[in-house]
């Protein structure tokens, strides 16, 4: 299992980045896979949840309304659009992956539910 994440950049406040995870050796349909995010001299927090083939979706109330999880099972990729970016979304960007039946409403934003991670990419946003 792999995932690597990218898509991270400087922006202007307001602007929208895409984020990507691409998944190798997995199928997405039997993982749900979590953005993450930890801005400097914070803990990682839940960003975003979908949930395997059931496409359940769980966002955080700080980026609801402003971010939107999806994914291409063709590409076994998941991507977060992220608009209206503000200065506090500034962070490492990570995603992760768990078996889809470990995941539910009461623990999607908790790090230590998911079993694999790939690496950071930095969003950085600009007032």
């Known amino acids: 299992v792999q995932l690597q994440a990218y898509g991270g950049g400087l922006v202007q406040s307001g602007c929208s980045l895409r984020l990507s995870c691409a998944a190798s050796g997995f199928n997405l349909d039997y993982f749900a896979i979590g953005w993450f995010r930890q801005a400097p001299r914070k803990e990682r927090e839940g960003v975003s949840c979908i949930r395997g083939s059931d496409g359940i979706i769980h966002y955080a109330d700080s980026v609801k309304g402003r971010f939107t999880i999806s994914r291409d099972n063709a590409k076994n990729t998941v991507y977060l659009q992220m608009n209206s970016l503000k200065p506090e979304d500034t962070a490492v960007y990570y995603c992760?992956?768990?078996?889809?039946?470990?995941?539910?409403?009461?623990?999607?934003?908790?790090?230590?539910?998911?079993?694999?991670w790939g690496q950071g990419t930095l969003v950085t946003v600009s007032s």
């Open positions: 992760a992956a768990v078996w889809k039946n470990k995941i539910d409403g009461s623990n999607w934003y908790d790090d230590i539910a998911y079993d694999y």
